[in-house]
T-cell receptor
Framework: DGGITQSPKYLFRKEGQNVTLSCEQNLNHDAMYWYRQDPGQGLRLIYYSQIVNDFQKGDIAEGYSVSREKKESFPLTVTSAQKNPTAFYLC????????????FGPGTRLTVL | DAKTTQPNSMESNEEEPVHLPCNHSTISGTDYIHWYRQLPSQGPEYVIHGLTSNVNNRMASLAIAEDRKSSTLILHRATLRDAAVYYCILRDRRGGADGLTFGKGTHLIIQP
């Protein structure tokens, strides 16, 4: 089946450690996105990539880094510089046009202890 | 992207129609109106989108006011599975592949 996978579903890390969240899509989409969601809030854009080897900062990029070496993959690293990393992280992809649907993965819930 | 305003929550009964309003008084002529919904602990899913004319699909209908300053998402016969947060989002069709701007959405509660 085509879709977006994120792993793991739940992730626990100690404060001060970097952690990388996985996002893979087999929809042949050019564009990929990372969002963060805090309890009771809407999603906020962290980074997005319109094409391989290119990405742009979203609204809350500080403390995060990404790479886009393959069309199918867009991993997100939450660094120790991120002040409040505990959140629900969602990855999405689309064909790349403004009117296109964004397809979301199931999310990774990160808890930093 | 222009701003949207939605009620924080709405309640409806199962098997009845639901009308979810969205105000977007500063919408521009190139903004698409998108609706997504998010079930608890899941990623959002696309519901419907439109530009000027009313739209129908298997999930819902989208009614767009003539002046485009408001729209209404219509679920024709709500089920318990429709309980979710519904987001109304404007997307400038000139914007390319930048991200979606989510507000807090409307929390739809369905009573059995």
């Amino acid at each position: 089946d085509g879709g977006i996978t994120q792993s793991p579903k739940y992730l626990f890390r100690k404060e001060g450690q970097n952690v990388t969240l996985s996002c893979e899509q087999n929809l042949n989409h050019d564009a990929m996105y990372w969002y963060r969601q805090d309890p009771g809030q809407g999603l906020r854009l962290i980074y997005y990539s319109q094409i391989v080897n290119d990405f742009q900062k979203g609204d809350i990029a500080e403390g995060y880094s990404v790479s886009r070496e393959k069309k199918e993959s867009f991993p997100l690293t939450v660094t120790s510089a991120q002040k409040n990393p505990t959140a629900f992280y969602l990855c999405a992809s689309s064909r790349g046009l403004a009117e296109d649907t964004q397809y979301f993965g199931p999310g990774t819930r990160l808890t930093v202890l | 992207d222009a701003k949207t305003t939605q009620p924080n929550s709405m309640e409806s009964n199962e098997e009845e129609p639901v009308h979810l309003p969205c105000n977007h008084s500063t919408i521009s002529g190139t903004d698409y109106i998108h609706w997504y919904r998010q079930l608890p602990s899941q990623g959002p899913e696309y519901v419907i989108h439109g530009l000027t004319s009313n739209v129908n699909n298997r999930m819902a209908s989208l009614a767009i006011a003539e002046d485009r300053k408001s729209s209404t998402l219509i679920l024709h016969r709500a089920t318990l599975r429709d309980a979710a947060v519904y987001y109304c989002i404007l997307r400038d069709r000139r914007g390319g592949a930048d991200g979606l701007t989510f507000g807090k959405g409307t929390h739809l509660i369905i009573q059995p």
